[in-house]
């Protein structure tokens, strides 16, 4: 098992997620950093994430998962929501072109936070927590750093959010290669207090864990860490 029993971050993940709010199930949303230059060539470690947060949230719940790229248009519509096998999450991923700015917290906001946390807690639809995973291979570009900081905060005290308790949205910032830009803005986040309670940091790159785990022919294992 790789999991133990007592593992701090299965510990955290239960508290963050299911302690404060009593639902039957979790939603997912992603979104997920991509530019021309960069994330680019990181595609296949992306998809294979991905795939896996299908099969893994299949398991969690029958609900699936919502997926929301930076620069893509799609999504918005509820095109990619509630995606609950891994063909589904393949067959949008081949649309989507890479390129264009890292604005993370601004399409946070815009795509996540605002329609389907706030909206849904002003409008009392909010049935289960949202745990919403972003993937990033670098700082943000296109806006100002602290934004992505600044957006999480404001669904922290978002009025709408008091009575699911603090677990009715949690936060997860995972990185694919090797910035140090990258490493130190994830370092940033994970020291930051103030949204301490909603957000869990990784800064361990993905796709080493992944070619980790490949090489020892056991992704199973790959998909449990992530």
Same mark, same amino acid.
């Given at each position: 098992?790789?999991?133990?029993?007592?593992?701090?971050?299965?510990?955290?993940? $239960?508290?963050?997620? $299911?302690?404060?709010?009593?639902?039957?199930?979790?939603?997912?949303?992603?979104?997920?950093?991509?530019?021309?230059?960069?994330?680019?060539?990181?595609?296949?470690?992306?998809?294979?994430?991905?795939?896996?947060?299908?099969?893994?949230?299949?398991?969690?719940?029958?609900?699936?998962?919502?997926?929301?790229? %930076?620069?893509?248009?799609?999504?918005?519509?509820?095109?990619?929501?509630?995606? %609950?096998?891994? +063909?589904?999450? +393949?067959?949008?991923?081949?649309?989507?072109?890479?390129?264009?700015?890292?604005?993370?917290?601004?399409?946070?906001?815009?795509? =996540?936070?605002?329609?389907? =946390?706030?909206?849904?807690?002003?409008?009392?639809? %909010?049935?289960?927590?949202?745990?919403?995973?972003?993937?990033?291979?670098?700082?943000?570009?296109? +806006?100002?750093?602290?934004? %992505?900081?600044?957006? =999480?905060?404001? @669904?922290?005290?978002?009025?709408?959010?008091?009575?699911?308790?603090?677990?009715?949205?949690?936060?997860?910032?995972?990185?694919?290669?090797?910035?140090?830009?990258?490493?130190?803005?994830?370092?940033?986040?994970?020291?930051?207090?103030?949204?301490?309670?909603?957000?869990? @940091?990784?800064?361990?790159?993905?796709? +080493?864990?992944?070619?980790?785990?490949?090489?020892?022919?056991?992704?199973?294992?790959?998909?449990?860490?992530?």
């Amino acid at each position: 098992m790789f999991f133990g029993p007592h593992d701090p971050f299965v510990q955290t993940l $239960v508290e963050k997620a $299911v302690g404060e709010v009593k639902r039957a199930s979790t939603e997912f949303g992603l979104p997920c950093e991509h530019n021309s230059l960069s994330m680019r060539k990181h595609k296949k470690v992306l998809k294979t994430t991905l795939l896996n947060l299908a099969r893994l949230s299949t398991l969690l719940a029958p609900v699936g998962i919502s997926i929301r790229f %930076l620069n893509h248009l799609w999504g918005c519509n509820g095109d990619s929501d509630n995606l %609950l096998t891994a +063909e589904a999450v +393949e067959g949008q991923f081949s649309e989507v072109w890479f390129y264009g700015f890292s604005k993370l917290g601004t399409t946070l906001s815009k795509k =996540i936070v605002q329609p389907m =946390i706030i909206k849904k807690a002003e409008e009392r639809t %909010l049935k289960r927590p949202v745990i919403t995973m972003i993937i990033t291979d670098g700082e943000p570009s296109g +806006e100002r750093r602290e934004t %992505l900081r600044d957006t =999480i905060q404001s @669904c922290k005290q978002s009025m709408a959010l008091q009575s699911y308790g603090k677990a009715a949205a949690v936060f997860v910032v995972s990185r694919i290669g090797n910035s140090t830009d990258a490493d130190k803005f994830i370092g940033e986040l994970q020291s930051d207090k103030t949204i301490a309670d909603m957000t869990y @940091c990784s800064r361990e790159a993905l796709d +080493e864990q992944q070619e980790v785990f490949k090489q020892c022919g056991d992704n199973n294992r790959y998909t449990g860490r992530v």
